[in-house]
């Protein structure tokens, strides 16, 4: 709601010395975190009421509600291993309330959790007040949907206007979905994250294999008969960093005014040897507008 601050929520597991030893808790699964979460949200702290909300597996939402709020303040998240998580520092006058609310909060999630062997503390980063951001349908003249079954991607979709159509927790289940729905929009954002996970976790056969399941689903998406296919990444997330990395990431669009040209496979060098080069990713949409005969003219 307006006015409220959100921001995402790790478990992580720390040392004796409160030092990261791991900053997503071995990945555990909503079965042992949805607990934890219900334990956290019976903090109370002055200044704010807080509400904490599972997402999946090891991460959460916190919501912080009050007057005097803002978003303007730093994330624990040090984004390394073998340190002590940050404390949330104020970055404005106005946001010293969220601040204090943030840190005491903490304090509280680090007594109650003191005793566990994993998922013994938490991490927040992305402390935000309700974005105002264009319509998707309204900016591209489109009726759009979105099918993920990663809650996150679900509210961004939700955030620009777009249908969260509900679906199940595996891909397949997102597929299955995606051929139940295709003809009631023009427009459906499908998500897929097990690669990005594998990368986060700096395993490169994970990676790969994610990618090759993956792979199975490409038939069933042709089946669908879509005037325009487009597979693309947000970031790169290399398994070699272990981290979101700053790289290009493979871009690729199939439509009937695509020929094909010689590139056999989906990686960072083949599709850098493809007719698009490099671009930025706001030519993605314009690309794809055009490939389904949406603009009345390309270019200037």
């Not at 929520?9 to 030893?21: K, M, V």
């Not at 927790?169 to 009631?184: G, H, R, V």
Request: one cysteine or more; charged letters at 25%; proline letters at 7%.
């Amino acid at each position: 709601k307006n006015g409220d601050i959100a921001t995402r929520g790790n478990f992580c597991t720390t040392d004796s010395e409160g030092n990261l030893l791991d900053r997503r808790a071995g990945r555990i699964k909503s079965l042992e975190s949805i607990p934890l979460c219900n334990e956290l949200n019976k903090i109370r702290v002055p200044g704010a009421e807080i509400e904490v909300i599972p997402v999946m597996d090891y991460r959460f939402v916190v919501i912080f509600r009050g007057i005097g709020l803002d978003e303007r303040v730093t994330e624990t998240d040090p984004q390394v291993l073998a340190v002590p998580p940050r404390p949330v520092e104020a970055l404005a006058e106005e946001s010293r309330n969220t601040a204090t609310a943030a840190n005491k909060f903490i304090s509280e999630a680090k007594r109650i959790l003191s005793e566990r062997e994993k998922a013994n503390m938490i991490l927040l980063r992305g402390f935000s007040q309700l974005p105002t951001l264009p319509d998707f349908g309204l900016t591209y003249r489109l009726n759009p949907a979105a099918i993920a079954a990663y809650p996150m991607y679900r509210g961004l979709a939700k955030i620009v206007g777009m249908k969260v159509i509900p679906t199940g927790q595996t891909f397949d289940q997102e597929i299955i979905t995606l051929e139940q729905n295709f003809q009631d929009h023009d427009f459906i954002y499908l998500h897929y994250k097990p690669a990005d996970a594998a990368g986060e976790d700096g395993d490169f056969n994970a990676k790969v294999t994610a990618l090759e399941e993956l792979d199975k689903f490409i038939p069933r998406l042709l089946e669908i008969n879509p005037d325009v296919l487009v597979v693309a990444g947000d970031h790169a997330t290399p398994s070699v960093l272990a981290a979101h990395g700053w790289q290009p990431v493979p871009f690729m669009i199939h439509s009937p005014f695509t020929s094909g040209e010689g590139v056999k496979e989906f990686t960072e060098r083949s599709c850098s040897a493809g007719s698009l080069g490099q671009i930025h990713a706001t030519q993605a949409m314009l690309l794809t507008l055009a490939h389904a005969g949406k603009l009345t003219k390309f270019g200037p």
